[in-house]
């Protein structure tokens, strides 16, 4: 039996093309809405809609899907994708959001994603300055990047105020383990794993092709990357 094609009927017919031309025609021009560039499954809700998307990509068919994949860890009406975009989304070619991603984009935010990213399961992105996702990249499930602390916080010592926001960038090529919990000001380098159920709450200042670990993170090891894509296809045929 090849389980590979009935995934992907499976994957088609979990589409809800209601949601995917709505998302399309609501958030986008109309010479790249006609090309269903952004594909929903029928498990994905729509909280707020009242901020834009940009793609920074040429518009192709299927380039962005939500819902999708991750379904070897969970199943697809186990959980929703939550989508509240008040602010900006900048999106680009082949992005792919798992089950039940929540995004939230305040006003006067900006997410960034950019080409080739994939965000798996129950993974929450909550954005109320910015955050930038760098191609190439690839979030586990269960992770957390939230560039705000929600609340205001006071010294009592000199009456002073913590920022409320700080902007996250993730950089190219990074691999984010499961439950890692990126926050506000966190800055990775390109090439860095962090391992799973890591912090990451300051601009880490260690070299590329980094593992950093613990909570909050410290360099572990250097000289060390993620493949992807060809790479990894190649090293798995080698081994046959």
């Not at 952004?38 to 998307?53: A, D, E, H, N, P």
């Not at 992005?95 to 006003?107: F, S, T, Y």
């Not at 994939?118 to 990249?137: A, L, M, P, V």
């Amino acid at each position: 039996m090849n389980w590979e094609r009935i995934n992907k009927f499976r994957r088609f017919a979990r589409t809800s093309w209601f949601k995917t031309f709505y998302l399309n025609f609501a958030m986008l021009p109309f010479s790249q809405a006609i090309k269903l560039p952004i594909v929903v499954s029928k498990y994905t809700y729509f909280y707020s809609l009242s901020g834009k998307i940009i793609l920074t990509s040429p518009p192709r068919f299927g380039m962005i899907r939500m819902g999708y994949f991750g379904e070897d860890v969970i199943t697809p009406k186990d959980t929703r994708t939550l989508l509240q975009i008040e602010g900006t989304w900048e999106l680009a070619d082949n992005v792919h959001l798992g089950n039940g991603v929540i995004i939230r984009i305040e006003p006067n935010a900006k997410l960034s994603i950019e080409t080739n990213v994939r965000i798996s399961n129950r993974t929450k992105i909550i954005c109320y300055d910015n955050i930038k996702i760098c191609h190439d990249t690839r979030i586990a499930w269960e992770c957390q990047l939230i560039d705000t602390t929600f609340h205001y916080m006071r010294n009592m010592n000199d009456n002073s105020v913590t920022e409320l926001t700080k902007p996250i960038v993730v950089g190219a090529h990074n691999w984010i383990g499961n439950r890692c919990n990126i926050m506000k000001g966190a800055v990775l380098p390109n090439y860095t794993i962090v391992a799973a159920g890591s912090l990451c709450n300051k601009h880490y200042d260690f070299p590329e092709y980094s593992l950093i670990a613990g909570s909050p993170c410290k360099l572990i090891k250097t000289g060390i990357y993620r493949c992807l894509d060809k790479e990894e296809a190649e090293i798995k045929a080698s081994l046959k």
